[in-house]
Nanobody
């Protein structure tokens, strides 16, 4: 069982930055693919980014087209934490952001591949 706790959300003006963190419980964090998703009322959960540790200093990451070049996902296996650095934020980035963990062996945008989910953190970008 893995528990995920997100933090770092808040209110920011358009063009600003935020860094989300997701702390995970458990001793096998490095084995999990970690993902970030977001959701707005009335819409399906949307993939943001995913990261897998390939051993040593090798990481594999993938991003939604809507955030490429603006968002960066990273992880610190020693701290059992994954991060989402969000720059050049836009009002359309406003959503609840969720962290997810999956035992799948590859980065994936498919929400059903993830086994554990956090409670979410609200990000609001004002225009």
């Amino acid at each position: 069982q893995v528990q995920l706790v997100e933090s770092g959300g808040g209110l920011v003006q358009a063009g600003g930055s935020l860094r989300l963190s997701c702390a995970a419980s458990g001793r096998t964090f490095s084995r999990y693919v970690m993902g970030w998703f977001r959701q707005t009322p009335g819409k399906e959960r949307e993939f943001v980014g995913s990261i897998r540790w390939g051993g040593g200093s090798v990481y594999y990451a993938d991003y939604a087209d809507s955030v490429k070049g603006r968002f960066t996902i990273s992880r610190d296996n020693a701290k059992n934490t994954v991060y989402l650095q969000m720059n050049s934020l836009k009002p359309e980035d406003t959503a609840v952001y969720y962290c997810a963990a999956g035992v799948v062996g590859f980065v994936t945008a498919a929400a059903n591949e993830y086994d554990y989910w956090g409670q979410g953190t609200q990000v609001t970008v004002s225009s």
